[in-house]
Each structure stands twice: as C-alpha cells, then as structure tokens.
C-alpha cells in the first residue's frame, strides 16, 4: 500500500525547491520514495533492489537509497522520503521523511522541521 495521493509527498517531483520552516533554501529534489506503511521489514524496500543489470551496477558504484543507518532507512521506507541534493557542491544530500512536510505549493516543498534536523546522507 502506498501514500495515499492526497498526502504531500504525492506532490512533489524532481527538481522542486526544498525550503526548511524558516524559510531556508535546503536544495532540490533528487528522488522521490512514496512509502509502504505495512512494510514489516526493508528488504526488497530499497531503491535499486531487484530492479536489473544497470541499477545493480548503478548501486555498486553509488549504493542504495535511503543511504543512511539500519533503523532510520526502515523508517524513511516505511513513510516515504524525499532526497534533496544539497544546494552547495560540498554539501551532503538529506533526507526528508513523509512526515517532514508541511505542503507543497507550485514548485516548492515546504518542510515542518529545521534542515539541522535532516537526515544526511552517509558519506
């Protein structure tokens, strides 16, 4: 079962304007998870699993999504998440869960939480 369609996350595309809740520029969508709340556990949850001969080199080069720790990828694949590219060249990629926004308007997320408060992406 995924996201019902009148969640947020719904909503959002790649290349969308992520904003925190002061209004602080996060980045741009990267990749868009629309979650499976009755996932027990997340295998054959992650991006890149059981998807071929491309995304199976793709991720030995790269890795899976969400690449973050055990319990906080279950997590992020049980709700749903967004990946947003950092808006600097340095800065590392974040993850938003589901419940991390708090809409979507034209191009733009809008996020309930602080950046400081996303997921980063292990490095």
């Known amino acids: ?12 595309f ?29 295998q054959g949850q992650r991006v890149g699993e059981n998807e071929g001969v491309v995304r199976a080199l793709a991720e030995s080069i790269f890795g899976s999504e969400p690449d973050v720790p055990g319990p906080l990828a279950g997590r992020l694949l049980r709700l749903g998440y967004i990946k947003v590219d950092g808006k600097h060249l340095l800065e590392a990629d974040r993850y938003v869960a589901s419940d991390q926004i708090a809409g979507v308007d034209q191009e733009i997320v809008r996020l309930n939480v602080p950046k400081d408060e996303l997921a980063r992406e292990m490095a």
């Open 14 to 42: 790649r290349g969308m304007t992520v904003v925190d809740n002061a209004g602080a520029e996060v980045g741009k969508v990267e990749l868009v998870k629309m979650g499976d709340p009755e996932a027990i556990t997340t």
């Open 1 to 12: 079962m995924c996201a019902d369609q009148s969640e947020p996350i719904a909503q959002v």
